[in-house]
Structures are given as C-alpha cells and as structure tokens.
C-alpha cells in the first residue's frame, strides 16, 4: 500500500510533468497553460495540508503570481475574504467604449506591447435604429476617429481588432477565446459571461487591465465562495436565463458582493454551455465577482462547434487525468443555495433594477398592483446575456408558431445577434428571413439598445408617459435604454419576450393563455424547443468581420491623438499625495441607488470615453440629491444652486476638494471606470458611504481616490452637504501600508463650527497605498516601469 505522504509526492511529481497534447502555434495565445497551473496548484495543495479546494478556487490559486507570497495560512478560512492575492491572468479584453482609456493609459506606461494576449471589440458605439446596414454605415462615419484610434493601437501593441459588425465582445469572447480553467479580465462588468465554459473571467476598470498588459501582478482579496446547487431539468418554457433571474430574486444586487458563484449539481449537466454563459453573465446583477461551472459534456461540444477541438482535447486531459476543472470532493462553500430546475417557472424582473424577480403567473396581478403599464410598447432580444444560436432558434420558432396562425407582432420587435458569426448561421438557416418576414428588425451584432444604443423613434427621450418594454437583456436601470427615465424595461428570457409582442398585455402569460385570432379562433404558443448548437456548424460569415488570428505588435505605428479632438484626449497623471490628512468638503449626499449609470452616464455620452475633460461634464448628472430631492442638483456654501458637475469644478479652481456621501452598494453595474476617473479629475479625494459594489471601490483606489464605508451607517443622518471631512489617521495608516486594523477617524465639523469624530472603515492594501501615494495606479506603474529601465 502506498502511503499518503508517497501519494502526494507523486501528485505533485504528476503536476510537475504533466503532458497535454501539443497545440499548434496559432493556437497557443488560447490555451490555458494547465502545466503550469497544476505545478502552482501542487505547491498550494502542499501549504494548506491538502485541504478540499472548490472549482473557484482551484483556478484562482493556480494563476498566483507565488503561491508562497499570497497563500500564508493553511486554512482555507484565514484566506476566503481576507487575503489579497496577486494574480497573473491569461488574456484580457477591452470593448470599445472602456477600451480607449485603458490604451491611453497603457501608452503613458511606454511599453513596446503587451504582457498577455489581449483583444479590442467595437460593439458598444453602434447605435440601433433602421438594420444593420444603415446603422452600421453611420456608427462607423460618426465614430471612424475613435475606430481608428484602436485599431491603430492594436497594429501598434500587438492586440487582435475585432471591428465595428464583427459581434458583441462577451459572445466573440466565448466563442474564440474563453475556456475551462482560463482567467481572464475584461473591461467590461458582464465578462463572467465567459464563466459559462468554466473560465474564470472576471470584470474590471481599464487600470485594472493595464495592470495584466503590462505584466503588472493584478490584485484581488480572496472571494468566498457562493454555491449554487442545480438539480432537476429545465422544461417547458423554463431556460437558462430563468436560473439567473430567480437568483437575482433571492440574493439582491448585492447578494453576491464579496463571492465567487460555482454552479454543481446534477442539473449542471443538462444545461448548454450558452444557457451557462447567460446564467454567469447576470451574475455581475448580484454583484459577484464572477461566476463558473464545471468542465461538462457540453463544454467539450461547443468548443469542437467552435472550431476548438484541440482545446477540447487538452481540457478532458487536466479533468480526466489531473481533476483540475471540477471541484475537490468534500471541498466547503461558504454559502449554499439550491435551484430545482424542474420546479422553475419563467420570470420577469424590474422595472428599475434587475432583482425585482416576479414569476410570470404572478406578473399580471402585480402589474395591475403596482400599476405597471399593461400596454407594452417594444420587445427586444439580443444582447450579450441571450444571443446565442440557442436562443435565437427558440425566439424563432415561436415566431414560425405564430405566422402559420397569422399573427404579426402587435409592437415594434428588434432582434440583435451576438456575432457575426451566430448572424451568418442563421442567415443560412433561413431564420435571420424567418424574423424579417414578420417584421421584425434586425440590428447589427453590437450591443445597441442593451447599453443605451437605441435612437427610439416611438417614444420621446423626454415624454412623461410612463412605458414599458419587455427585453432579454441584463439591466434596466432607469434611461438605460432609451434614455427616458419613464421607460420601464422588464428583463426576461428571449422566448417570453417573442410571445409578449403578439399579445402586447401585461396581462398575457404565454404558458397558459391564448391569443384571439381574427376569424374568433383561440391560438396557444406551444413551448419552444431551439437548438444548442446548428445541425450544420457554425457558419464563419464574412471575412472583413474576422482580424488576423495572432498579430504581432508594429512599433513603426504612430498612434495619432489630435489635441484639438473632442473624442480623445491623451491624458494627464494625477498629482501624488502630497503626505498630508485629507481635508474636504462635502459636495451632496445621495439618495437610495445610485449606479455607475448614475455616476457617469452612458448613451449619447459614450462617443467622449476616450476624452476624460468631456464626459466629466456628465458626473452624477443621474444622482437624487438627499437634502432636496432634486436630480443633479448641488448646492454651494452660500446655497447658491448648480448642476452637480458645474459645482465640482467651481470647487475645483477654488482649491477646494471634496467628498460625496452615498448608501448602499454605490456604484453598481457597469465595469465604468469614468465613474472614478471623473470624479478624481474633477477634485474628489473622498467617496463615504454605506457600502460599494466591488469594481467600482477597485476602480477608486486605482484613480488615487480614498473610498471608506461608515463603521455605524447611522452616521450618515448626521452629514449634511457643506461639512467638512477630515482624516485624522490617514498618515498612519499609509505608514503602515493600510495595516492598521481597517479604520480610520474622520472629524466632521458643521457649518455652525461644531465638531465630532466618526469611525471609518478602509479596504486598503499595501499595493492600493501605493497607488494612493503615486496619486494612482497607472502613475505607480509607470514609476516601477521607469526605474527598471
């Protein structure tokens, strides 16, 4: 019998020399390096005594810089929510939008190309309207300075192009680059959507991104990890993105904070690997740090579908042989939650915030209660959470069930495919003709209407009237859409949304009612079916869409950025701490939700992403002021009124910093670091509130500002807008590299001269002072670069 110590040494000897099937050179970018993250894994396995590690975990651990330096305990307890652990991920992707400040800020690093395999997807500045020919036409004439600007950036850096057409980042990713055991950081806030073939991907600002392109170890404090336990079997209409709108339901938006989600269960199995990718990537609407499953049968069929076989090959070695993509038998969650597919219904979830979870047979009574509008106006399906070939068959079917009856949709019914790609399969399968012919409008592969791309013509940007709109989407904060902050957008799946534009009534639930037809006839949808993947295979589409597979970067490029530009701006560093305590004074406090649509909003504000000057004039422009009830509306010393940014840069030429206090899980949604950077640029030092949502703190610290939550959160009621803010121990606490039990005091004086203490709570690591110090992350970097030059 071989002992167990003998059994770990040839474990570890396994991991050390583990052989996978070769993989051809275009190949390698994409193929996670299981080698050498059993190797990292051995040396983790060895401090922590062996202990039972989740899936989560297991990806996590063995993309650590050095395992010895991150992982200082054997209990897994001491490291979940504790640790911060530095990371090399494998691959990053920046969409457009997000894109142009993380390359500006690359290129203040002077590096000659990037530390990982990176990508750049133009699918956020497409705006939807008439098709894809006209839309795209114009987009690309209205942003062709921004387009070039990144296309130039990736001859220049080596980082593959993925033009204007070519398909929504999140689905181009998994169908080319995600795969089980990858980590990976998107500048994007739905990157976990890649969790869906187990990757760990995880979504972040732009500075966070530079750190990966630069060779930069990214950090991250150690998740905990949520369990989700899946048992039975979709059926009927039930689908995937029913699995994620019942948890939204269950958990909030910030239920997932702080958590990894990991799916097991048997039910895992019987789900797609697309149905997967639309379960992780509403995940970032609880507020996860991101979300995975397992390496399945699934899996392996989609990436052969995807021309992937080869990765196929190497994931079935490091489960089969090494048990790398699965969690370790016996491995603890912090937390367990269990869905029973089988007893899922349908659900809808809004208006105004992706958690208000309502099943579908209870939708009609609690419109009629809340006094929803029970004409809906639009339907609209796409979007990177449901755009895949699965759910663009079932959305198409129903529409097939529906024209043999007769019906044509009773409201304006727009479809998105995710990629150039799923477009081109579906053109060939007579579906793209299936919807047209019913009127249907088929926009180009972006994201258009989903991040307030949409030229509505059927409703006025600032009509009163309340509406509302039925979507496969992932958001629906208010004026997300459309821009009118009246318009109600229900998040469901894509085949309740198709039923919904033949009824047109609130009241219609498609599971159980008919619609009347012109002869006096009854008509019932049947549940539809689709396919997981096309009979035929993917059809690969037009080649203009598809860049080269592997560039290599071309220094002779000049990366040209004009100074009298409206849409770039080369930036500016931060000025560096200057040592002292912080002394501010409060601009506003906010009220109830206040998301990074509110701080920096996007829509028309997109086309300024890349000039950090213009889109600072949009600064929570979304934001209620709490002392008044007023929407972008400050109040100076003297209670002179201004819109909220004019007051931020009054401020700013007077010298005057400042603080905004907020509630709860402030900033959540989007992966927009413009909500940090206009912020700083415009003055802020300070942000005190009840608590963040996860990227957006990050997004913060690496801008230079000090982000602190309220110890007692009564304290908030003793603020008012007009106090001054002053740290007491913030010089200690750099001192000790954030080390210093986590709080810190800030005296808070009225106008009237009173003064009293508060405590403070930080999240600041030794890395994040350092940014603080430097005035921001990508001056630190910068530094580091210099010296080692």
Known sequence: MISASRRVNIKRALATHARFPSVPAEWQSRAPPYA??????????????????????????????????????????????????????????????????????????????????????????????????KDLKSSIATNKEVFDFLQSCGRKYGIQFWGPGSGIIHQIVLENFSAPGLMMLGT??????????????????????????????????????????????????TSSKDVITKIAGLLTVRGGTGYIVEYF???????????????????????????????????????????????????????????????????QYDKVIEINLSELEPHVNGPFTPDLSTPISNFGEKSLKEKWPQKISAGLIGSCTNSSYQDMTRAAELVEQAAKAGLKPRIPFFVTPGSEQIRATLERDGLIKTFTDNGAIVLANACGPCIGQWNRVDVSKTSNETNSIFTSFNRNFRARNDGNRNTMNFLTSPEMVTAMIYSSDAQFDPTKDSIKLENGEEFKFTPPKGLDLPAKGF???????????????????????????????????????????????????????????????????????????????NTLIGAQNKETGEVNKAYDLDSTAYDIPELMIKWKNEGRPWVVVAEHNYGEGSAREHAALSPRFLGGQMILVKSFARIHETNL?????????????????????????????????????????????????????????????????????????????????????????
């Not at 807008?721 to 002053?726: A, P, Q, R, V």
């Open 265 to 331: 269960g048997e039910g895992v199995s019987t789900l797609s690997c697309t149905g997967m990718a639309t379960i992780c990537n509403m995940g970032a609407e609880i507020g996860a740090t991101t979300s995975t499953f397992p390496y399945q049968e699934a899996h392996r069929l989609y990436l052969q579908a995807t021309g992937r076989g080869i990765l196929a090959e190497q994931a079935d070695v490091a489960l089969k042989q090494y048990g790398l993509l699965k969690a370790d038998e016996n491995a």
């Open 188 to 237: 994007d806030s739905h990157t976990p959507n890649a969790g869906g073939l187990g990757a760990i991907a995880i979504g972040v600002g732009g500075a966070d991104a530079v750190d990966a392109l630069t060779g930069t170890p990214w950090e991250l404090k150690a998740p905990k990890i949520l369990g989700v336990k899946l048992t039975g079997q979709l059926n009927g209409w």
């Open 36 to 133: 050498k993250m059993l190797k990292n894994l051995s040396k983790v396995k060895e401090i922590t005594n062996q202990s039972p590690l989740t899936l989560a975990e297991k990806i996590l651990y063995s993309h650590l810089c050095d395992p010895e330096d991150s992982i200082t305990s054997s209990n897994l307890e001491d490291i979940r929510g504790k640790q911060y652990l530095k990371l090399n991920p494998d691959r990053v992707a920046m969409q457009d939008a997000s894109a142009q400040m993380a390359l500006l800020q690359f290129m203040t690093t002077g590096l000659s190309k990037t530390f990982v395999p990176a990508s750049i997807h133009c699918d956020h500045l497409i705006v939807g309207k008439e098709g894809e020919e």
């Open 539 to 617: 059809e690969h589409g037009r080649n203009k869409f598809y860049p080269e597979i592997d560039p290599k970067p071309q220094s002779n490029v000049e990366v040209k950025v004009s100074p009298e530009s409206d849409r770039l701006q080369l930036l500016e560093p931060f000025k560096a701490w200057d040592g002292k305590e912080i002394k501010t004074s409060v601009l506003m406090k906010v009220e109830g939700k206040c998301t990074t649509d509110h701080i920096s909003a996007a829509g028309v504000w997109l086309k300024y992403k890349g000039h950090l000057e213009n889109i600072s004039y």
């Open 701 to 789: 610290k690496k801008q230079g500002v000090l982000p602190v939550t309220f110890e007692n959160e009564a304290d908030y009621d003793k603020i008012s807008s007009g106090d001054i803010l002053e740290t007491v121990n913030l010089v200690d606490m750099v001192a000790k590299n954030g080390n210093n039990g986590g709080t810190l005091d800030v005296k808070v004086t009225k106008k009237n001269g009173d003064n009293f203490i508060i405590k403070v709570k930080h999240t600041m690591s030794k890395d994040q002072i350092d940014f603080f110090k430097a005035g921001s992350a990508i001056n630190h970097i910068g530094n580091l670069r210099r010296a080692q030059q």
